[in-house]
């Protein structure tokens, strides 16, 4: 299901943060998901080899607790139905391994390929399909893995003459935001689509490389590129418009993460003039970019580090610091005035077919 919030689209001027705060025990955490819903996903940490998933439900983070044998889960992405997947350790096996989690079911191993490694997990869509990462075992090319809903899975190859392929994003049409490498070892950002394949993108003028991180619904692809200098950029694709460069008037060096079906981009850069890298959130009617000088009054004190993701209704998650620890947060846009009858009626759309799609499994 797809829901295209068309009030938001529009610049917001302040954001409230919401602490997602960390499962008891541990010291601090990550947040990486956010579904249209306002359901986040993370990871809560002890230290580097202490963690567990968690996904906020409004009311603080909760933890998903440990699959059978397994140890270290880590949240990443999550639907509009409220599932999630991510990595554990397999104790017995000492090796990495994706799962779905939902509740009712909880952790779900996802099956292995005959010649592959076990794969990591790395989206999940609104028809339940997880876009996963493998390595063919013969000679460790890296290939693109379809987990479905019913346990089936699909595997794909690199583009023809690459060494193989990099993953970053999916949408719900099931297209892929990608990139590859040639024999030159550089990096060139490609849009797979379940019908017509793969499809490079091109890199704009001045740039090195680039990898295509985000695709919305209307198949808008959000590219990081580098520079023949170093610089990183963010562009977008668009297959009828061609690239556009993101510019922003207080930051420099944007580095993307994701875009929603509004065309809003989050990721990370520099402040002008500095080496201090803050959360940043783009729209083509704002180009003042840094996310932690736009909170309301209620939400001062942070430092915003990083944006991980953002969903239809703008709202962004990813890590900050307050009070000197690292925590994950939900930063919300405060609504315009006749926003709130719209996004009301959307999200009380959204929850009666979570409610449809719990019946009937």
Not at 79 to 89: A, M
Not at 239 to 264: K, T, Y
Request: charged letters at 15%; one cysteine or more.
């Amino acid at each position: 299901m797809c829901l295209y919030f068309g009030a938001l689209g529009r610049a917001q001027s302040l954001y409230h943060i919401q602490d997602l705060g960390v499962v008891p025990g541990y010291r601090f955490s990550y947040a990486t998901g956010v579904n249209d819903i306002g359901d986040a996903v993370g990871t809560s940490f002890q230290g580097p080899t202490s963690r567990q998933a968690f996904r906020n439900v409004g009311h603080g983070p909760k933890g998903l607790g440990f699959p059978q044998n397994s140890e270290n889960p880590t949240g990443g992405k999550i639907n509009n139905d409220g599932e999630i997947c991510g990595q554990y350790t397999d104790r017995a096996l000492i090796e990495s391994r994706p799962f779905r989690w939902s509740e009712g079911l909880g952790y779900q191993a996802l099956a292995r390929t005959s010649g592959y490694t076990p794969g990591t997990a790395i989206d999940i869509n609104a028809s339940g399909t997880i876009l996963g990462s493998n390595k063919r075992l013969s000679d460790g090319q890296t290939e693109m893995i379809f987990w479905n809903r019913d346990g089936t899975s699909v595997q794909v190859g690199p583009p023809n003459g690459t060494r193989g392929v990099l993953l970053f994003s999916m949408n719900d049409l099931g297209q892929v935001g990608c990139a590859s490498t040639t024999e030159e070892t550089r990096l060139f950002p490609y849009l797979w689509d379940p019908t017509s394949g793969y499809r490079e993108l091109g890199l704009m003028q001045g740039l090195d490389a680039g990898r295509s991180v985000g695709v919305n619904n209307h198949s808008t692809v959000a590219i990081r590129g580098v520079s023949n200098l170093g610089d990183s950029w963010t562009y977008l694709w668009t297959a009828s418009g061609g690239h556009e460069r993101l510019f922003s008037d207080d930051m420099v060096g944007l580095q993307a993460e994701a875009i929603n079906d509004n065309d809003v981009v989050v990721g990370a850069g520099a402040i002008n003039g500095t080496h201090d890298i803050r959360a940043f959130v783009w729209n083509r009617q704002n180009t003042h970019t840094r996310l932690d000088s736009m909170l309301d009054a209620a939400s001062q004190g942070w430092t915003l580090e990083w944006a991980y993701d953002v969903n239809n209704r703008g709202q962004i998650v990813g890590t900050g610091i307050i009070n000197g620890v690292e925590h994950g947060y939900l930063a919300t846009p405060v609504p315009e005035p006749g926003s709130l009858a719209v996004l009301g009626g959307s999200l009380i759309a959204l929850l009666r077919n979570r409610r449809r799609r719990s019946a009937r499994t």
